[in-house]
Nanobody, 121 residues
């Protein structure tokens, strides 16, 4: 069993930055792949990024490549999403997810409750 808690969301102006955190609990967390997804009102949940269990392999959605960076701190059981050059279209609820296998689809076994990110002037 893995529990995930996201934090770090908020209101930011276009062009600004935010760093999201996802704290995990569970004894096998270090062997799980972690993913970030987002969902805007009226839209389907969208893949943002994912990282493998070691932290050595990451993958990003096309809409965030070059602007977002995902990382993980295994001793702290935490993953991060550094978001730079934010745009209004990045506004969404951001979810952290965990699964034994890295994927870009919503097949993850465990999900957090989400944190709201709003990009607006």
């Amino acid at each position: 069993q893995v529990q995930l808690v996201e934090s770090g969301g908020g209101l930011v102006q276009p062009g600004g930055s935010l760093r999201l955190s996802c704290a995990a609990s569970g004894r096998t967390f270090s062997r799980y792949a972690l993913g970030w997804f987002r969902q805007a009102p009226g839209k389907e949940r969208e893949f943002v990024s994912a990282i493998n269990w070691s932290g050595h392999s990451t993958v990003y959605g096309d809409s965030v490549k070059g602007r977002f960076t995902m990382s993980r701190d295994i001793p702290k059981n935490t993953v991060y999403l550094q978001m730079n050059s934010l745009k209004p279209e990045d506004t969404a609820v951001y979810y952290c997810a965990a699964d034994p296998a890295l994927s870009t689809t919503t097949v993850y076994a465990y999900w957090g409750q989400g944190t709201q990110v709003t990009v607006s002037s």
